[in-house]
């Protein structure tokens, strides 16, 4: 993919509705809002559905991430969709840019990410992306 850009970010609210909560897992809906620094400047907005297993550290979750900034200075909008699973240390998933849901001058943007989280639990969200 084309242009990198990096943002590290901050959660401000987590909201979550347990809707399930019987032996082996619990099941949420969750809302996060986040605030990103550096190649992407703004904030998003995520619903997911979560899970998280009987035992601790397992966990999966989906859901869909609207961004509203400035990447690399161009304003607008785009939705990214995550899928998500931990197991015993490992974490593995996907984040991709939902196709034509770009905005002003986002408009057709494509692309992909990944969450990196530093050793001090510091989140930054890379992406790698193309206008179109």
């Known amino acids: 993919m084309g242009t990198k850009a990096v943002a590290p970010f ?52 989906v859901g869909f991430e609207r961004f509203l900034g ?22 593995g998933g996907s984040w991709t840019i939902v196709p034509d849901t770009g905005t002003d001058e986002l408009t057709g943007i494509s692309g992909a990410g990944e969450i990196v989280i530093a050793e001090d639990g510091a989140h930054t969200l890379v992406l790698a992306y193309e206008l179109g």
Do not use: N
Not at 14 to 28: C, I, Q
Not at 78 to 87: E, K, M, N, R, Y
């Open 10 to 61: 901050s959660i401000e609210g987590w909201e979550e509705d347990v809707y399930d909560e019987r032996p082996g897992a619990r099941l949420s809906r969750t809302r996060i809002t986040k605030t990103f620094t550096g190649d992407f400047i703004g904030t998003s907005e995520a619903e997911t559905l979560m899970c998280g297993a009987a035992v601790e550290g397992s966990a999966a979750y």
């Open 70 to 91: 400035s990447l690399h200075g161009r304003a607008g909008t785009f939705v990214l969709h995550h899928t998500a699973t931990g197991s015993g240390g490992q974490r």
